[in-house]
């Protein structure tokens, strides 16, 4: 059973680092991973998809990357800003279930 | 730019009554799915639908019916509605045709939610 896993849970930086998000996976069939962002009490705003077969994907200050043998994708960003305050969730898409598996989420704060 | 739009962003509703969540898409997308997210839970898939009148299961759908009549609408439908069903309501649509025992292989779309509580 497919397993994903956001560590941290919770982080604070001071705006303008550079940081790195965790995206944790136990199985590596899959069809892509997804980055999404949420705001408190919005629904969720894609932020990048990555395909199985591609190693990574760039928009703007976000950059995310993925590692399928060793079931791992990191979100970074560059740069920091307080507007990047949110929930930032991934979650993966693979064969023989139709729906997308999330992971638990890191919720960041950006301190200006 | 995708668009999935939900009919309410908030929603008061009584015990025992029947509540109707809508959910539209403007691009044309083949499936739709209705998640819910509680603190501590994730998100659990509660039903997902490929192709109009077309719909499967997801993990929690007791409680829960859904309708796609037009392609481009899936609305969920609880029944009775008990307290335990406050949560926040989430549609999301993707491309791509669904052959069983493939996943979804395009970008998923979500809406803005739709916070629903149970008094």
Not at chain 1, 12 to 24: A, H, I, K, W
Not at chain 1, 58 to 79: F, H, P, V
Not at chain 2, 81 to 87: E, I, L
Request: aromatic residues 10%; contains cysteine.
């Amino acid at each position: 059973k497919q397993e994903v896993t956001q560590i941290p849970a919770a982080l604070s930086v001071p705006e303008g680092e550079n940081l790195v998000l965790n995206c944790s996976f136990t199985d590596s069939a899959i069809y892509n991973l997804q980055w999404f962002r949420q705001d408190p009490g919005k629904g969720l705003t894609s932020l990048l998809l990555i395909q199985s077969s591609q190693r990574e994907q760039t928009s703007g200050r976000l950059n995310a990357s993925l590692d399928k043998s060793s079931g791992r994708s990191t979100l970074y960003i560059a740069a920091s800003q307080p507007g990047d305050s949110a929930t930032y969730l991934c979650a993966v898409s693979q064969p023989g279930t139709y729906k997308y598996i999330f992971g638990t989420g890191t919720r960041l704060k950006v301190l200006a | 730019d995708v668009k999935v739009t939900q009919s309410s962003r908030y929603l008061v509703k009584r015990t025992g009554e029947k509540v109707f969540l809508e959910c539209v898409q403007d691009m044309d997308h083949e499936n739709m799915f209705w998640y819910r997210q509680d603190p501590g839970l994730g998100l659990r898939l509660i039903y997902f639908s490929y192709d109009v009148k077309m719909k499967e299961k997801g993990d929690i759908p007791e409680g829960y019916s859904v309708s796609r009549e037009k392609k481009e609408r899936f609305s969920l439908i609880l029944e009775s509605a008990s307290t335990n069903q406050t949560s926040m309501y989430l549609c999301a649509s993707s491309f791509g045709p669904y052959n069983r025992g493939r996943g979804p292989y395009t970008e998923a779309f979500f809406g803005q939610g739709t916070r629903l509580t149970v008094v």
